[in-house]
């Protein structure tokens, strides 16, 4: 005898309430593959006309699954949420080895700023794991040993330079550029002999200093009473710009002479009063010349 309520547990367990279903259930759903439309094949677009069993279903046209879509979805979602928990205590670790790491983690940036790979891998191992490992704690602190190291003798070796620096005065060409600049010239600049004398900006670390150049070549710089030559500039076209910044009315002069152009703007002059002083009228009421 058949049973009566055979068709009526089918429905309740299976197609009706799939809520009802759990992962370990023998119960299976078949699904249609999404690849190839439940056709089991698979075919090339254009005009080749290959074709062949489909790579993801087999050739079947469907997969079997102990889960339904409701159940794996809800698996999916639970995983990721787990993932970021578990991607914010990482971050969260990092950030406090960071805290109690100050001088560590600085030096990691500055690296990775610099292009260095091995900072790169190891900020990398930070952000990934929370922390860094004992041999990787102890290269960071070598790394910033031998930069602190480095500073003092890079101070020591400025506080050299500046010692053996030539005094000189440039009192004349800062009023100049002062009477410049209150007369609304921004940036002013005065061509003496070779060479090119411009303040620092008021927001740069050199405020205060006058920047020497000669073309696009840096000379140096004069900040408190000395000049500070850079790399590029030789003793002998350091004793030039020293006589220059001493009496920089003959040095305009010179420039007026040697090109027939003005030492502030650097246009023609076309009077020989002007080419004998090396400065236009309009630029020498500016400058207070």
Not at 73 to 79: E, G
Not at 160 to 178: D, G
């Amino acid at each position: 005898m058949s049973d009566p309520f055979a068709d009526f547990d089918h429905e309740i367990i299976g197609e009706d309430d799939p809520s009802l279903l759990t992962a370990d259930t023998s119960y299976s759903y078949v699904e249609r593959c999404a690849k190839c439309n439940g056709s089991g094949l698979w075919r090339s677009w254009g005009y080749s006309g290959r074709s062949g069993p489909c790579f993801a279903c087999k050739g079947v046209g469907s997969f079997t699954r102990k889960t339904s879509p409701e159940q794996r979805a809800k698996a999916r979602a639970s995983s990721a949420a787990r993932k970021d928990r578990e991607a914010q205590d990482v971050a969260q670790q990092a950030a406090a080895w960071r805290e109690a790491n100050p001088a560590e983690a600085s030096w990691l940036d500055r690296q990775v700023g610099r292009g260095n790979d091995f900072a790169t891998s190891l900020s990398g191992a930070l952000a990934k794991y929370g922390s860094l490992t004992e041999g990787q704690l102890a290269a960071v602190r070598k790394g910033v040993e031998r930069d602190e190291a480095w500073a003092v003798q890079r101070t020591q070796q400025a506080l050299e330079r500046a010692v053996a620096a030539p005094e000189v005065s440039v009192a004349a060409i800062e009023t100049a550029f002062a009477s410049a600049m209150e007369r609304g010239i921004k940036s002013p600049k005065l061509r003496l002999d070779a060479f090119k004398f411009k303040p620092a900006k008021a927001s740069s670390a050199n405020a205060g200093a006058i920047y020497v150049t000669e073309g696009e070549t840096y000379l140096g710089k004069v900040t408190g009473g000395r000049f500070m030559r850079s790399r590029d500039c030789d003793g002998q076209t350091e004793a030039r710009i020293v006589q220059v910044c001493e009496d920089p009315k003959s040095a305009a002069v010179a420039y007026g002479r040697r090109t027939g152009s003005c030492c502030v703007c650097a246009r023609e002059l076309t009077n020989h009063e002007s080419i004998d002083l090396g400065i236009g009228p309009i630029c020498a009421e500016k400058f207070g010349w």
